[in-house]
């Protein structure tokens, strides 16, 4: 089992840049596939970006690609989401999350999940 937990969102201006970090606890972390989920306001759950076990395989939702940058380092257990060039339409609860399954976007791939942060982008 793995426990994650999400930090660094916060209030941003549009063209401005935050690093979401997502600590995990269990021995297996570094053999999950990890993900980033979100949320806006009255709408679905929505894939982000994805990353392998080794970090070598990476995939993104075509809205975030050239913006947003995913990351891992095993030895720390922690995920990382680089957002660059913020726009409003970003503003969302983000979600990290873990699946022993490819990197792929759909929810039923991943197993667990974090409580979220929240991340606001001012125009």
């Known amino acids: 089992q793995v426990q994650l937990v999400e930090s660094g969102g916060g209030l941003v201006q549009a063209g401005g840049s935050l690093r979401l970090s997502c600590a995990g606890a269990?021995?297996?972390?570094?053999?999950?596939?990890m993900g980033w989920f979100r949320q806006a306001p009255g709408k679905e759950r929505e894939f982000v970006a994805a990353?392998?076990?080794?970090?070598?395989?990476?995939y993104y939702a075509d809205s975030v690609k050239g913006r947003f940058t995913i990351s891992r380092d095993n030895a720390k257990n922690t995920v990382y989401l680089q957002m660059n060039s913020l726009k409003p339409e970003d503003t969302a609860v983000y979600y990290c999350?873990?699946?022993?399954?490819?990197?792929?976007?759909?929810?039923?791939?991943?197993?667990?999940w974090g409580q979220g942060t929240q991340v606001t982008v001012s125009s």
């Open positions: 999350a873990a699946g022993a399954q490819g990197v792929g976007p759909l929810e039923y791939e991943y197993d667990y």
């Open positions: 269990g021995r297996t972390f570094s053999s999950y596939t």
């Open positions: 990353i392998n076990w080794s970090g070598g395989s990476t």
